[in-house]
């Protein structure tokens, strides 16, 4: 399969799991399952999810074991895109080609359905049955520390602190190791769980290839939203310069920036070599995180 294809089949597998997973809209809340739903379906590259299956399948995972992490991500991602969007947040009217949550559904009902979409995702991990107890206990502890304070809200908050003043390198890569790469790398420790047990060493090596994983890909995003439009990117173009955001094109220059991506590139797929040829797709994925155009 191509990786056109694998992504392809990852976001239909992923948009029937959540379509399934998410709360139908009824009254008496009925906009709270509707702002849910508006924000998690219908749009997105799934690449957290795409990194789940990936890896999992890698390792000799059953891909039905795979569906309730690769759920799960997604709404965690989900959730932090509804929140990050928020004008109290970087105040962004448009993500995925449409208008933002808070500006579909108001302020105070994006704010819940962002809570719900966190809690929901908790909530898939703990009732699926496929997998045992200890990787189920191992995996809800992964998304939640990179989920939290020592992930991506930690890095979201130094996101905020850092606006209108010049970041070190040091500190913009802390910023995005968390903002970003925090919920990448997970993704990829997610889908290992499901084949390895929690002690296992490959774990280690699969967390060097995410975490170089998500720094590529803030790098390039980055890089988009100084070279792209709102149509190729889905949401406010030059929205990081209107905010005054510390991005890597801003600390290195553009080419600086390139050739900073391109060696995180080159640092995930070195970290994948204890799988051998069982790693190509991942070694795909690092070259779409790279060179993708949106």
């Known amino acids: 399969m191509s990786l056109d294809d694998f992504l392809a089949e990852v976001r239909r597998r992923s948009e029937a799991a959540l379509e399934r997973l998410l709360p139908p809209v009824s009254p008496p809340t009925a906009d709270l399952p509707a702002a849910m739903r508006y924000a998690a379906l219908g749009g997105g590259k799934r690449l957290r999810a795409a990194l789940v299956y990936a890896t999992g399948e890698a390792l000799g995972a059953d891909r039905g074991a795979l569906d309730a992490p690769a759920a799960a991500v ?14 109290s947040m970087d105040d962004d009217d448009l993500r995925r080609g449409k208008p933002s949550c808070h500006r579909a559904f108001g302020e105070a009902t994006a704010v819940l359905a962002g809570d719900a979409l966190q ?76 084949a390895l047990a929690p002690d296992a ?4 090596a699969l967390g060097e290839y995410g975490q170089a994983l998500g720094l590529c890909f803030q790098i390039r995003d980055d890089i988009l939203d100084v070279e792209g439009n709102t149509a190729t990117l889905g949401k406010t173009a030059g929205a990081d310069a209107a905010h005054a955001k510390a991005t890597f094109p801003a600390l290195l220059g553009l080419d600086g920036a390139h050739d900073r991506a391109r060696r995180e590139y080159q ?26 155009q949106a």
């Open 74 to 87: 997604e709404l965690i991602h989900a959730y932090s895109l509804v929140h990050d969007d928020l004008p």
């Open 119 to 194: 809690s929901l995702a908790f909530e898939v991990l703990t009732a699926d049955t496929t997998l045992d107890a200890e990787r189920r206990l191992a995996m809800l502890r992964e998304l939640a520390v990179a989920s939290g304070v020592h992930g991506m809200a930690g890095g979201q908050a130094l996101d905020l602190a850092a606006e209108g003043r010049r970041l070190s390198l040091a500190e913009l890569e802390a910023v995005h190791r968390g903002k970003t790469g925090a919920l990448i790398a997970a993704s990829v420790r997610l889908g290992a769980l499901a």
């Open 201 to 204: 060493p490959q774990l280690l």
């Open 267 to 292: 640092r995930a797929v070195a970290a994948l070599a204890p799988l051998g040829t069982a790693g190509e797709r991942l070694r795909q994925l690092a070259v779409f995180s790279l060179s993708r």
